[in-house]
């Protein structure tokens, strides 16, 4: 079992920057593929980013290339995710998922195994 747990979220104007953390516990998050995911009120959950266990290789939304950077510390057990240049349509509650299934780093939620409570983002126009 992996416990996932994400903090870092708030409330933040548009342009603002907000760096996200997902603390695990329980195993090594080095054997899995670590991804952040984001609901919106009203919305499915969405694949955000993505970041293979190597941290060499990652995937990114087309809606937050060049704003949002994923990494991870597998020393520390820890995935982050920088967010700059905020927009208020960021604004949602952002998971923390890790996964040893999925094939492709763009792989969607049903192909992960373990999931954090989620942490409130809302960007203010």
């Known amino acids: 079992q992996v416990q996932l747990v994400e903090s870092g979220g708030g409330l933040v104007q548009a342009g603002g920057s907000l760096r996200l953390s997902c603390a695990a516990s329980?195993?090594?998050?080095?054997?899995?593929?670590m991804g952040w995911f984001r609901q919106a009120p009203g919305k499915e959950r969405e694949l955000v980013t993505a970041i293979n266990r190597s941290g060499v290789n990652t995937y990114y939304a087309d809606s937050v290339k060049g704003r949002f950077t994923i990494s991870r510390d597998n020393a520390r057990n820890t995935v982050y995710l920088q967010m700059n240049s905020l927009k208020p349509e960021d604004t949602a509650v952002y998971y923390c998922?890790?996964?040893?299934?999925?094939?492709?780093?763009?792989?969607?939620?049903?192909?992960?195994?373990?999931w954090g409570q989620g942490t409130q983002v809302t960007v203010s126009s």
């Open positions: 329980g195993r090594t998050i080095s054997s899995y593929i």
């Open positions: 998922g890790a996964s040893s299934r999925v094939t492709t780093l763009a792989g969607q939620m049903g192909e992960y195994d373990y």
